[in-house]
């Protein structure tokens, strides 16, 4: 298509031969990347040919390296350029130490000279651990009434139930959630102690244990979404059972919440910003609103108006009236219906904070869910990186516009810092400016169009300057389940998802409170409830935290 209608006949000037060259440039690269394409799946086809033939494919080998010594890289990620070097200063680890005890160590006063002078004492700080048993014979008090032909015996105290202290239970969770150690290995850690315990045990301790902190864990994920009128959220693949399931992980500064379910779509994202409620629905003007947007036909719009509207239906009631009055609808249409009535009743309840707006990535199921949506500059950067120019020539294009790309983004970053009507019309004009440029490298001019097309969800920061410009906090919290996942291959039942999910968020939210999680769950397990709890600290945090100011309606 880039030769249609070429003739270089035609060529009679500078400029012309200029655009033909150009042509040919592109057309090069394009063709480099479909001869690229072809080989992988050609080379695929053939090993799986070899693979039914009984014989072997081409073995993996890594890729020849460059002229300049480098291999190929398939890493995309733009930290590189996105982060700003930071002088480092070291702090002093004595001052984070706490101190359990002290020791005046003398000089042997043999050694000393009849004229010796006392200076003082020299400091030495010098950190050590004790790893030992803490085993309790319970002798408890036994009456029995012979009037009342009943057993009075005292109980234990509140931690010991199941022959295992809370000082077991708190390891066995930080052991498995916070330092990825297998139900095995704690088994092996707990006998080199001294301890006899089995790794059925240790597999209760983490089933029924855990049970009263799913409630802790609940009561997080609200107030995590109450702190903020904006979250973020990420997705990554997850393993349950032996089958694909999906985690979403929602966070913002104050916590980080984990939700495991079978599926990634809307409905899904829509239950996790419901704190894993279960859906409801209700047709009303937000909802055809919605379906108007999503592209239903006019004729399917009609239909779903004349259902009862402004009634709150639980998802098996809407279902039901859905069979009954629109049976032949489409999976599609059906689908965005559900959604439509999914997303009204959420903005219509009060029971839960209702999320203003999601910083995310471009993937669909977390768009038309919130009154506005912040998309992530280093996910948009991504698609600048992964253009594999074959011509130095675009290469070097590719290269000065990134350089462009990145200055921008650290003006985006000084504006979060000062917000002035000033510089947020300034900074809207150099969008404008940046990404209309026409460079000649088609791909690259593909992908600068496609970051215009998204101006008003990237600039979302000129008007609330409390978000982030990226979303690698939700990608952080990915990263805690995945190395969980890599050591133990994920949970085998819902109700072990279930574990993961309260066990890595009181992990990873104590991390952003500064709690240390073994102290906070020894407090929980005994039930001495002394620590003061999570909830507690969001909400503190978030008082003075004042991320959501921008929210806030002008004083008059």
Request: charged share 30%.
């Amino acid at each position: 298509m880039m030769l249609a209608g070429f003739n270089p006949n035609q060529i009679e000037d500078v400029e012309g031969a200029r655009e033909a060259i150009l042509h040919l440039l592109n057309l090069i690269d394009t063709l480099k990347v479909e001869n690229d394409q072809l080989r992988d799946a050609n080379q695929r086809l053939r090993d799986e040919v070899n693979r039914l033939k009984g014989e072997q494919g081409k073995p993996d080998i890594k890729a020849k390296r460059q002229k300049d010594g480098k291999r190929a890289s398939t890493n995309y990620s733009s930290e590189q350029e996105r982060r700003q070097p930071r002088e480092r200063r070291k702090k002093s680890k004595n001052d984070r130490i706490e101190i359990d005890r002290e020791q005046v160590l003398e000089v042997d006063r043999d050694l000393l000279p009849e004229d010796a002078e006392f200076k003082g004492y020299e400091e030495v700080i010098v950190q050590d651990i004790k790893i030992e048993t803490d085993n309790v014979r319970f002798r408890k008090e036994k009456y029995y009434s012979p009037s009342e032909g009943k057993a009075y015996m005292a109980e234990l105290p509140s931690g010991y139930e199941g022959q295992f202290g809370p000082g077991v239970k708190a390891w066995t969770f930080v052991l498995y959630f916070a330092m990825n150690v297998t139900e095995a290995k704690i088994v092996s850690f707990f006998e080199t102690v001294g301890l006899s315990i089995s790794s059925g045990k240790v597999s209760e301790i983490l089933l029924k244990d855990s049970q009263p902190l799913h409630a802790e864990k609940a009561e997080i994920v609200e107030a995590g979404l109450g702190s903020t009128p904006w979250q973020q959220i990420d997705d990554t693949g997850a393993r349950v059972g032996g089958e694909n399931w999906y985690t979403q992980v929602l966070c913002n500064p104050f916590y980080t919440a984990y939700t495991t379910m079978p599926r990634k779509d809307r409905l899904t994202v829509l239950q996790v910003l419901r704190g894993g409620q279960e859906l409801t629905f209700v047709l009303n003007e937000v909802a055809f609103v919605y379906l108007e947007t999503c592209g239903l036909s006019r004729v399917k719009q009609k239909a779903v108006t004349a259902l009862p509207q402004n009634q709150t239906l639980s998802r098996v009631e809407f279902e039901a009236l859905l069979d009954q009055h629109l049976p032949d609808l489409g999976p599609q249409q059906r689908r965005w219906i559900l959604e439509a009535a999914a997303v009204a009743a959420y903005h219509d309840q009060d029971e839960f904070p209702i999320v203003a707006l999601l910083l995310c990535d471009d993937a669909g199921q977390f768009k038309r869910l919130t009154e506005a949506l912040a998309l992530c500059w280093v996910h948009d950067g991504r698609h600048y990186k992964k253009l594999m120019p074959a011509i130095d020539y675009h290469r070097q294009l590719l290269d000065d516009f990134l350089t462009k790309f990145w200055a921008f983004y650290r003006q985006l970053l000084a504006y979060r810092l000062d917000p002035t009507s000033a510089a947020q019309e300034r900074l809207t004009a150099e969008f404008d400016q940046l990404f209309s440029t026409t460079t000649g490298y088609q791909a690259l001019d593909e992908r600068i169009a496609k970051t215009k097309a998204k101006k008003e969800d990237l600039l979302r920061v000129l008007e609330h300057p409390e978000i982030p410009l990226h979303n690698n906090a939700s990608e952080l919290g990915a990263r805690l389940r995945k190395p969980k996942e890599n050591v133990s291959f994920g949970p085998r039942t819902t109700e072990g998802a279930k574990v993961w999910d309260t066990g890595l968020t009181l992990v990873a939210t104590a991390r952003k409170l500064g709690v240390n999680i073994y102290a906070y769950i020894y407090d929980r397990v005994s039930a001495a409830n002394q620590m003061p709890s999570l909830v507690s600290l969001i909400e503190q945090n978030a008082a003075g935290g004042q991320l959501g100011a921008s929210w806030q309606p002008e004083p008059p």
